[in-house]
């Protein structure tokens, strides 16, 4: 495809090939490369496979939280207590998370058009909430100790 244009006096000889989409603005895809379908099947199994994760991560803490419990007991020892605590403080955060997880897998309704998936950024926030709480916690019980031995 050839053309002339016209610049002052001159014309000047434009050669062209097809015009492509780019010519006209955004380049538009001949397909739309979104399969909502597999998208939510990806999503579920990531989903899944989180939360067989987190569960594992629960059970193997769960017999740790026990024999620190019976080690810490047979011993005397108030750090192994707290060592378990810090544990079951961390079986508190996995289950947040993945009573998140869970909601999160609820379909869209007339209310929520885009699902629950919100329901993991607020677990988040609930979990750092509450991690936030027991070290405020924490220093207050250590200054109390450390005022009044």
Known sequence: MSSEVAVGDKHIHVHQSKPVPEDYGTP??????????RRKIALDKSNNEAMRKL???????????????????????IAIFTDSAHLASDIIGFAISMLSLKCAQKPANRELSYGWHRSEIVGTIVSIIFIWGLTVWLLYEATLRMITP
């Open 55 to 77: 569960l594992i991560a629960c059970f193997v803490s769960g017999f740790f939280i026990v024999i620190q419990i019976i080690g810490g007991y047979m011993a005397k020892s």
């Open 28 to 37: 538009i895809p001949k397909r739309t490369p979104i399969n909502f379908e």
